[in-house]
C-alpha cells in the first residue's frame, strides 16, 4: 500500500482533501498514509512505552457519510454502546446551557480479566467539527484526547481524525492494557465507520423512497 509509484499521484489529487491534516501540528499524514485512506484503510500511528501498556494513538480514517451525521453516532449514548469494544453503560451526567461542553459516565466490562472499568468525561464540543474529551473522575491513570472531523468531496464523507493518551487502571493486566492498543482501539474505528455508513444508507434510502 505505501509503494512508490503511489506517492506523486497521491501527492496531486489528494492535496485539497487532506489539506486540514496537514494543518494539524501533531499529526501530518505522508502522501503514503494519505493514499490509504482513499483505499479504504485506517491509518493508526501509536507511540506506546516499552511495555506497552500506555502510550498515545492517532488516527485517521475517511467515512462515507457527512460530518453531521458522523458527529451525531458519536455524541449519542445510545449509537456509542453499538460500537465501542466492552462499553456497558454510558450516560450523560449535564451539559452547559448551550450545548458546549458535556460530563459523560461511562463503565467498560473486560470480563472476568479485571474489575469493571469506571468513569467521567468531560467533552468540549464545537458541532460537527471537534470533540475534546478528558477523564475529569474514575478509575484511569489518564484518558484524553480529541476527535475532529472535516467535511471531504463536497462534504458527502467525513476525514476523522483521532488523538488519545491512555494509561490505563493499574488493575488491568499488562497484556489486557496492550491489547486495547492493538485489538480494541483499531476494532472501535472500524465499527463507528460501518455503524455511521449503513445509517447513511439507511436515510439516503428513506429520502429517495416515494411516500
Not at 88 to 111: P, Y
Request: net charge neutral; glycine share 4%.
Amino acid at each position: 500500500m505505501e509503494c512508490a509509484v503511489r506517492w506523486i499521484a497521491a501527492a496531486l489529487s489528494l492535496g485539497l482533501v487532506l489539506a486540514p491534516l496537514a494543518r494539524a501540528a501533531d499529526f501530518e499524514l505522508t502522501p503514503a498514509e494519505s493514499a490509504r485512506l482513499q483505499n479504504t484503510e485506517i491509518v493508526i500511528r501509536a507511540s506506546l512505552e516499552a511495555n506497552g501498556r500506555r502510550g498515545t494513538v492517532r488516527a485517521a480514517m475517511l467515512i462515507e457519510a457527512p460530518p453531521a451525521l458522523v458527529f451525531e453516532m458519536m455524541t449519542r449514548c445510545a449509537e456509542a454502546l453499538k460500537y465501542v469494544p466492552h462499553l456497558k453503560r454510558c450516560r450523560i451526567r449535564e451539559h452547559a446551557a448551550d450545548m458546549s461542553s458535556e460530563l459523560v459516565e461511562q463503565e467498560i466490562d473486560l470480563g472476568w480479566y479485571s474489575p469493571r472499568i469506571q468513569y467521567v468525561l468531560r467533552a468540549d464540543i464545537v458541532p460537527d467539527q471537534s470533540i475534546t474529551f478528558r477523564q475529569v473522575s474514575g478509575d484511569f491513570k489518564a484518558n484524553h484526547g480529541m476527535w475532529e472531523l472535516e467535511p471531504s468531496d463536497e462534504g458527502r464523507r467525513t476525514l476523522l481524525r483521532y488523538r488519545v493518551y491512555l494509561d490505563p487502571p493499574g488493575f488491568v493486566p499488562t497484556w489486557l492494557a496492550r491489547s486495547t492498543f492493538k485489538r480494541e482501539l483499531p476494532q472501535m474505528l472500524t465499527d463507528l465507520r460501518r455503524h455511521c455508513e449503513a445509517e447513511q444508507a439507511l436515510r439516503a434510502h428513506a429520502n429517495a423512497t416515494p411516500n
